[in-house]
C-alpha cells in the first residue's frame, strides 16, 4: 500500500507493459461509472477507515455493556433512562442489532467495489483481492449461518436416546426463552467415561503477621527459605501413600497406666472389642443392650477389697463449697439421700439427674451431652432448689440464687447411671483381679479372671474375653506406606525459625494446619483442586430403528450427521450421569472456511510473497523507490 | 537464583549494553549488546522449555506461562529484525520490554496446573504462537514509534533520506514511521492467522467459530486497529495531510493500538462482561 503520490512509479514497475493496467489509470476509462459519485464513495477506502474505525467502537461498547440481559437488569444497573436509551439504541444486543448489520452490508459493499475498481489482472495482486474477497466470503457465510444454522444443546442421560434439542431465545423484552428444536434422528448415548486427573498437591506456608501465603517445592532435601520471613523449610521425607499407624505399646511393667483389651460377645457375635484405660477411657456402654463394661483400677488391695462388694459408683460425686467457712466436700451421687453439709446450718439432698439437660428420653437412651443434677438446699431461709451442669460448673455463680454462697459443682455423672446389666473389671496389683456382674443394681456374680478366657453372664446373652493386660499403656505413632501409588500423600517437613527446629508429617487429607512453635507460621499439604482430564460420549446415530453411525466424542473431537455437529460440551457435575451435548447446524461453514483460507493466503502473499518479489523486480530494473510498501 | 530472575538482570543489562552502544558507537559493543539479549532469550527460553517440561504441555495455558512465552517472543522478534536491519537504540527498549513483561510473570501464580479438555489442541497451539509473534511485532513497532515521536522535534527537516531503509546503512530515528511500518507489515499476518487458527479451534472445541465472546471481540478490535493503521496511508494524503504529520498520526495510532493489544492480554478481567467469557484467563 503506498501513498497516492506513489502511484505511477507502482504501475511502472508493477506492470511493465501490460496494457490494461495502463486503461484503469486513464480517467475516463469508464465514464459512467467514474462521474458516478455514488460509485467513488463505495470504493473509497476513507469509507474503509471509517467503517473499520465505527466497527471497532462498535465492539467496544459490545463488551463494556453487557449483551442480552433483561430489561429490569439494565435499569438496576444504569437506571431507568439510560436502560431505556440502551434498548431503542439495541445497544443490549450491539452485534445483532439492524445498525451493526448496516454496517456489515456498507463494508462489504465497500470491499466489493474497491476489489472491482481496483481489479487489474496482474500476479502482484493476487493478496489485494483474496484478502478483500475473503472477508466478502466470511461475512456471506456469516449470514447464512444467522439465517440456516442453529445451535443449541441438550443433556443426555445414560442409556437413553433423545430426538430433540433446546435453542436459546430472547424475546423482546429480553427475557430468555427456549425453543425445542426436533432432529432427523436420535442420539443415543451408549455410555459416558469421566476421567479426572491425577490429584495434585502443593505445599502452602503461611506467615501471620505478614499475612502472607506462599507455595512451596515439594523438592525433597531442598532447604527453603520463606521470602520476608526467618523461616526455613525442608522436606525430609515424602510417601506417596501414607497412613498414620496408632500402635498400642506397653512401655514397662509398673503400672503406671493399666489397660486392658476385651472382646464383648452377645450370645455368639462379637459386639465390641478395643482398650479400656483405667485411666482415660475405662467404659464401654452398649446401648441397645442396657450393657455396661467397666474396667477399674484399684491401686491397693485394701481398696480392691471395698470396692468389689460395693456397687456404688466410684466416679460421679458432687463437691459442695461454702468458701467462706473454707467448707470443701465430695458427696458421692446417692439419690434423695440428706447430707449434713458438715458444721454449717445447710443440707444437701439429690433430687435427681439427668445425662442430657432437657432431653425427655429415658435417661438410658440419653446421650450424655449436657449432664446435670438437681439439688435440695435447706438452710436458715428455707428450701433453694437448684440445677447444676457438669460443663458448665459457673452456672450458679452467674445465676442469682437464694444461697449464693454455697456452692456446688457436679462431676463424672455420665458414670452415675447404672445400665441395667454392669460388668465390672476390677483389677489392682499382684493378680488380684475380679469380674463383678451386677444386675438390676445387684451383684449376681463375683468371679476371678484371667487372660485369655471367656467368662459369660446371664445365660450366655454376654460373654467377654479380656486379651491383654497393658500395665503402662502407650500409643505409638508412625508413618507407614500403604503403596507405590498416589493415595494419601504425606510430606515430612523440617521447620527452622526463631524457636528452634521442629518436625513433623503433614498430611494431604489433613484439614488442619500444622503450626510453628512460636504460633506464627503454618504449612498445609493439599490437594491443588481436582480436575478433569477428559470426558467422552459413546454416542450411536439411530435412523428408523438401525444405527447409522457410531462415535466416541470428546472436546476437539465432534461428530458429524446430516449437516448437523455434535459436540461434547459438559456433564453432570454431581454425578456424572449425564452427557451435556451441544448440536450446532451450520451451512455456511465451506463458506466460511474458504473465506480463512483466502485471508491467510492473501495477508502472507501482500506482507511476504509481494515484497520480496516487488526487491527482485527493482533490483531487474534497478528502480529505486521510496515508499511505504 | 532462579532462572527467570536471571533472565531478568541480563535483559537489563543488555538493554544498558544498548544504551552504551547508542553514545559509544563501536563495533564490538554492538556485538556485545546483541549478545547479552541474545543470552538473556535463551535463559527466556530455556524458561519456557523447562515449564512445559515440568507442566507436561505446551506453556500457555495459564497467564503466566502466556507471559513468559510472550516475553520470549519480543526478545525473539527483536533479534530478527536486528539481523535484518540495522538499528541500534531500538535493543535497548525491546529488552526492556521483554523485561516488563516477564516481570509482569513474576507477579501471576505460576502453581501448574492441569489443562482443560478444550487447551487439548493442535490448533491452539498454532494460534497462541502465531499470536504472540503478532503481538511481538507489534510490540517493537510500539518501540519504534515512541523512538520516533520523542525524537521527531529533535531531527533536522529531511533530507535526502531517501536510503534510509538500506538495509546495509543504519536506519535513523527519523526514519522510524517507515521502519514501524515494515515491523507492523511484518505483524499482521501474524495476528490475522492467530485470529483464523483461534476461530476454527473454537469451532472444534465450541461448536462456533465465532460466538462475540469478549476475548473474541477484543482480538477482532486489535485487528480492526491494526487495519486501520495499514488502510489510513492510503487516505491521509488524498485529504492534503502532510506527509510528516500523517507519521506522526500514524505513531501515534500504533501506540494506542499497543495498548488495545495489551489489554486484549490481560485487561479484560476489568470489563463487566468477563464473568461471562469462557476465554479470559481467570474469570472462571
Ligand atoms: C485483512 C484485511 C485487509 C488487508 C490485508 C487489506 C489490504 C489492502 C491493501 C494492500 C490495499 C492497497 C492495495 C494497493 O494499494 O495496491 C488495500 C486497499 C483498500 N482496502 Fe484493504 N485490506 C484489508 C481489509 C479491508 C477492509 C476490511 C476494507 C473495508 C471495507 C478494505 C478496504 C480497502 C479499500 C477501500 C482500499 C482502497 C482501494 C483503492 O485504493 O482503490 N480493506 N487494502
Known amino acids: 500500500m503506498g501513498s497516492s503520490k506513489n502511484k505511477p512509479t507502482r504501475v511502472k514497475t508493477e506492470t511493465v507493459g501490460n496494457n490494461e493496467q495502463t486503461k484503469v489509470n486513464k480517467p475516463g476509462q469508464n465514464k459512467k461509472r467514474d462521474s458516478n459519485k455514488v460509485w467513488d464513495f463505495f470504493c473509497s477506502v476513507k469509507l474503509a477507515v471509517i467503517i473499520i474505525l465505527v466497527m471497532a467502537v462498535a465492539c467496544v461498547l459490545g463488551t463494556i455493556i453487557l449483551q442480552g440481559r433483561s430489561f429490569d437488569e439494565y435499569t438496576a444497573r444504569h437506571g431507568y433512562g439510560f436502560a431505556t436509551f440502551i434498548r431503542i439504541t439495541q445497544l443490549n444486543n450491539v452485534f445483532y442489532s439492524y445498525w451493526f448489520s448496516v454496517l456489515l452490508v456498507l463494508l462489504c459493499a465497500n470491499l466489493i467495489c474497491c476489489t472491482i475498481r481496483r481489479w487489474r489482472n496482474t500476479f502482484l495482486q493476487t493478496g489485494f483481492v483474496l484478502t478483500h474477497l475473503s472477508l466478502v466470503l466470511i461475512l456471506l457465510g456469516g449470514v447464512i449461518k444467522f439465517q440456516m444454522g442453529v445451535k443449541g444443546g441438550v443433556n443426555v442421560y445414560e442409556g437413553k436416546s433423545v430426538d430433540y434439542f433446546l435453542t436459546q431465545k430472547i424475546d423482546s423484552m429480553g427475557r430468555l426463552d427456549y425453543v425445542k428444536k426436533s432432529l432427523p434422528f436420535s442420539i443415543a448415548l451408549d455410555d459416558f467415561i469421566l476421567e479426572k486427573n491425577e490429584p495434585k498437591y502443593q505445599i502452602v506456608t503461611y506467615v501471620k503477621d505478614k499475612d502472607k501465603q506462599k507455595v512451596i517445592e515439594a523438592n525433597v532435601g531442598k532447604r527453603q527459605r520463606i521470602p520476608g520471613s526467618d523461616y526455613r523449610v525442608t522436606i525430609t521425607d515424602y510417601i506417596p501413600d501414607a497412613e498414620l499407624r496408632q500402635e498400642p505399646v506397653n512401655e514397662s511393667d509398673k503400672p503406671d497406666n493399666p489397660a486392658i483389651f476385651v472382646k464383648l460377645f452377645g450370645s455368639e457375635s462379637l459386639l465390641a472389642e478395643g482398650w479400656l484405660l483405667a485411666q482415660a477411657n475405662n467404659y464401654h456402654d452398649e446401648k441397645k443392650r442396657d450393657l455396661r463394661l467397666e474396667y477399674l483400677w484399684l491401686p491397693s488391695q485394701q481398696e480392691f477389697d471395698n470396692a468389689v462388694n460395693t456397687i456404688q459408683n466410684v466416679n460421679a460425686k458432687i463437691t459442695a463449697s461454702i468458701p467462706e467457712l473454707g467448707f470443701f466436700q465430695d458427696y458421692s451421687l446417692e439419690l434423695n439421700k440428706t447430707f449434713k453439709l458438715s458444721s454449717s446450718d445447710y443440707s444437701l439432698r439429690i433430687l435427681q439427674y439427668v445425662l442430657n439437660y432437657g432431653d425427655t428420653r429415658p435417661i438410658s437412651e440419653q446421650p450424655a451431652n449436657n449432664p446435670a443434677v438437681q439439688v435440695e438446699i435447706d438452710g436458715p431461709d428455707g428450701v433453694e432448689m437448684r440445677w447444676i451442669f457438669e460443663n458448665f460448673p459457673e452456672w450458679d455463680k452467674m445465676h442469682p440464687a437464694k444461697y449464693e454462697n454455697v456452692k456446688i459443682a457436679c462431676s463424672d455423672i455420665a458414670n452415675a447411671h447404672m445400665t441395667r446389666n454392669v460388668i465390672r473389671i476390677y483389677h489392682a496389683p499382684g493378680e488380684n483381679q475380679k469380674l463383678v456382674y451386677i444386675k438390676d443394681k445387684q451383684i449376681v456374680e463375683t468371679i476371678p479372671w484371667e487372660l485369655d478366657k471367656r467368662y459369660s453372664f446371664a445365660n450366655n446373652e454376654h460373654q467377654l474375653i479380656i486379651s491383654s493386660y497393658f500395665p503402662s499403656f502407650d500409643i505409638k505413632q508412625e508413618v507407614v506406606k500403604k503403596s507405590d501409588q498416589i493415595g494419601t500423600p504425606a510430606i515430612r517437613v523440617r521447620i527452622d525459625g526463631p524457636s528452634g527446629k521442629k518436625e513433623d508429617w503433614l498430611f494431604a487429607d489433613s484439614k488442619y494446619a500444622t503450626w510453628y512453635k512460636d504460633n506464627n507460621f503454618a504449612m498445609i499439604y493439599e490437594p491443588t483442586g481436582e480436575s478433569v482430564k477428559h470426558f467422552i460420549s459413546n454416542l450411536r446415530i439411530v435412523k428408523n430403528n438401525q444405527t447409522v453411525m457410531e462415535k466416541s466424542i470428546k472436546v476437539n473431537d465432534p461428530l458429524k450427521c446430516d449437516g448437523y455437529v455434535i459436540y461434547q460440551s459438559s456433564y453432570d457435575p454431581e454425578k456424572g450421569s449425564y452427557s451435556g451435548l451441544q448440536i450446532v447446524k451450520d451451512p455456511g461453514i465451506p463458506v466460511v472456511y474458504s473465506g480463512f483460507g483466502a485471508l491467510c493466503f492473501g495477508v502472507i502473499f501482500i506482507f511476504y510473497v509481494k515484497p520480496f518479489l516487488r526487491k527482485k523486480q527493482k533490483k531487474e530494473n534497478e528502480v529505486m523507490e521510496n515508499e511505504y510498501n | ?284
Open chain 2, 1 to 284: 537464583m532462579s532462572i527467570i530472575n536471571l533472565a531478568l538482570i541480563v535483559y537489563v543489562v543488555a538493554s544498558v549494553s544498548y544504551i552504551v552502544r547508542e553514545i559509544w558507537r563501536s563495533i564490538p559493543i554492538k556485538w556485545i549488546s546483541l549478545g547479552f539479549l541474545i543470552v538473556a532469550f535463551c535463559l527466556n527460553l530455556t524458561l519456557v522449555l523447562k515449564r512445559s517440561i515440568e507442566a507436561g504441555h505446551p506453556p500457555f495455558s495459564n497467564l503466566y506461562e502466556s507471559l513468559i512465552f510472550y516475553a520470549c517472543c519480543t526478545a525473539f522478534v527483536y533479534i530478527i529484525f536486528e539481523f535484518v536491519y540495522n538499528f541500534r537504540v531500538v535493543g535497548a527498549l525491546a529488552s526492556i520490554l521483554a523485561m516488563l513483561i516477564l516481570l509482569y510473570a513474576t507477579l501471576q501464580d505460576d502453581t501448574i496446573r492441569p489443562i482443560m479438555p478444550a487447551l487439548k489442541s493442535n490448533w491452539m497451539l498454532v494460534h497462541v504462537v502465531t499470536y504472540m509473534l503478532g503481538y511481538a511485532a507489534f510490540g517493537i513497532a510500539f518501540v519504534t514509534s515512541i523512538i520516533y515521536l520523542v525524537t521527531k522535534p529533535f531531527s533536522k527537516k529531511s533530507s535526502s533520506d531517501s536510503k534510509g531503509i538500506d538495509s546495509d546503512k543504519e536506519i535513523l530515528p527519523r526514519n522510524f514511521d517507515k521502519l514501524s511500518y515494515k515491523i507492523v507489515a511484518f505483524g499482521f499476518p501474524f495476528l490475522t492467522l492467530g485470529m483464523v487458527t483461534g476461530a476454527v479451534w473454537a469451532k472444534k472445541a465450541w461448536g462456533d467459530y465465532w460466538s462475540w465472546d469478549p476475548k473474541e471481540t477484543w482480538s477482532l478490535i486489535t485487528w480492526l486497529a491494526y487495519l486501520v493503521y495499514l488502510h489510513t496511508p492510503l487516505v491521509l494524503p488524498k485529504m492534503k495531510v502532510s506527509k510528516s504529520k500523517m507519521s506522526v498520526i500514524l505513531s501515534f495510532w500504533l501506540l494506542v493500538s499497543f495498548g488495545i493489544v495489551n489489554f486484549t492480554f490481560v485487561g479484560l478481567n476489568y470489563l463487566p462482561s468477563a464473568e461471562d467469557s469462557e476465554h479470559i484467563y481467570g474469570a472462571k
